[in-house]
């Protein structure tokens, strides 16, 4: 039996199918992302879980966002790797004998990570655990901390722009679901 592809997005229509859709794009979006990053780019494979979670969670429950829109996503996820790198210059800025490298983390480093995280979170009033592994994974990711930053950047703004796509084009197709959390 051929099914087209409208034939397809009939069939995920519906209750409870459209998270099952939100799953398909979420994994063709990070497939895409992680081809990219292995054409070249310092991007680390550690990454992809937090987004994962993250980008799920921004399709399934868009409801916490600001005025419908995701720009919390790449702020909060990017507010977390930056507070990992904060946190590694401070620790590393006082005790300069800290040792790095896989399968390490120095303890300090996760207490400023965390704090430093939690706080510009709750001043921005942004949402996003994934963001504290973002920053806890710092210390393990292939890449140096300004690549790991803007690659969390990079990455979590396209997760965004295409949900921003992804949202006009079903309300367009479905004005039905114009009011309606992805998740519903």
Do not use: C, K
Not at 78 to 102: I, N, R, Y
Not at 132 to 137: D, H, I, K, Q, T
Not at 166 to 179: E, I, Q, T
Request: hydrophobic share 50%; no cysteine; net charge negative.
């Amino acid at each position: 039996m051929r099914t087209t592809l409208a034939e397809f997005a009939e069939l995920l229509e519906g209750p409870g199918r459209t998270e099952l859709a939100i799953v398909a794009v979420v994994a063709v979006v990070l497939g895409g992302i992680t081809a990219l990053a292995n054409a070249g780019s310092s991007l680390s494979y550690l990454l992809f879980p937090p987004l994962a979670a993250a980008a799920y969670r921004l399709f399934t429950r868009p409801d916490h966002l600001a005025d419908g829109l995701p720009w919390d996503f790449p702020v909060g996820l990017t507010v977390g790797a930056l507070s990992g790198w904060a946190a590694q210059v401070a620790v590393g800025s006082v005790d300069p004998s800290v040792p790095t490298g896989p399968l390490h983390a120095d303890p300090r480093v996760v207490v400023l990570t965390v704090l430093f995280a939690g706080g510009t979170l709750y001043v921005l009033d942004i949402e996003i655990p994934p963001a504290f592994a973002v920053g806890l994974l710092l210390p393990f990711a292939s890449a140096p901390p300004e690549a790991y930053v803007l690659n969390v950047a990079v990455a979590s703004s396209v997760v965004a722009g295409l949900y921003v796509a992804w949202r006009r084009a079903r309300d367009v197709s479905n004005p039905a679901l114009g009011g309606r959390s992805g998740g519903e």
